[in-house]
């Protein structure tokens, strides 16, 4: 398969996702959790309860790095434990990515993402209501094909030929950083998040293209060969790495 080709087949599947799974909950007081150090906590009846379902939760905040990939492990001997988390420090909905049990026979849970930087909530819940007791969580960093401190710091343009240059742009660097981001090891819910990224870097080149007068199709087609030709550009490449770049792009003010 062409680059142009393997391009436009990754393309086109990101607009097939399926939505995530929304959990709604209330605010509750926030704690911070820090890479690689363990936190031993307690559900308890007077904790903040999710409507959903009504199951007690305690809700930590993490700060990221963009383009690092962390692992999120919920693990206790009282209760089937549940993970929900998202962007910011709500610490409610909307919740991006959930994981219940690690296998049929083991209900500690384990959840892992790629961050788009600054500050994620997470989510210490129980499966179901009533479910309560002590439990540990620590989040620890995975390893990344690119450095993220070589990840730029991103204005979308306002005037309307500057903003079609960005987004097309930002569109074939996220198909290329998802890509080489889809050769690692992916939970369905990372793999989901993923996808729905993409979709919005796709959605912002369509939008800002369509102002200009151009299709859809004259958009994806333009995509499609700007990213193959940034493949064959080894000193582009190097000079803007795309997994990093993507979550410039993700992260960039005025998006």
């Known amino acids: 398969m062409s680059p142009k080709n393997l391009v436009r087949t990754v393309a086109v599947a990101a607009t097939t996702l399926m939505a995530a799974q929304a959990i709604t909950s209330t605010a509750s007081a926030q704690s911070t959790i820090r890479i690689g150090e363990p936190v031993r906590g307690t559900l308890s009846a007077s904790d903040p309860v999710m409507e959903v379902d009504g199951s007690n939760y305690d809700c930590y905040i993490l700060s990221t790095r963009a383009g690092q990939s962390y692992a999120i492990d919920l693990t206790s001997s009282d209760f089937d434990t549940f993970i ?8 409610q909905p909307p919740v991006e990515q959930t994981n219940d049990d690690v296998s049929e026979d083991n209900t ?6 790629t ?15 009533g479910e ?4 540990r969580l620590i989040v620890t960093e995975r390893g990344t094909t690119t450095s993220a401190a070589q990840v730029p710091n991103l204005t979308r343009p306002r005037e309307a ?8 742009t930002c569109a074939a660097f996220g198909t290329l950083g998802m890509i ?3 050769q690692q090891e992916m939970s369905d819910a990372e793999l989901q998040k993923l996808l729905s990224d993409n979709y919005t ?3 912002n080149a369509e939008q800002s293209g369509a102002a200009l007068g151009k299709s859809s199709d004259d958009v ?13 550009d080894s000193e582009a490449m190097e000079q803007l790495p795309p997994v990093p770049t993507r979550a410039a792009c993700l992260g960039a003010s005025g998006l």
């Open 84 to 91: 929900g988390m998202g962007p910011g420090r709500a610490c």
């Open 108 to 113: 500690n849970s384990r959840l892992i993402f």
């Open 115 to 129: 961050a788009s930087g600054g500050d994620y909530f997470i989510l210490a819940n129980s499966y179901g209501a």
């Open 132 to 135: 309560t007791g002590v439990y």
């Open 161 to 168: 030929e500057d903003r079609y240059d960005f987004d097309l």
């Open 180 to 182: 080489e981001l889809m």
């Open 201 to 203: 870097l796709l959605t």
């Open 220 to 232: 994806n087609n333009e995509i499609a060969q700007l990213a193959a030709d940034l493949i064959q």
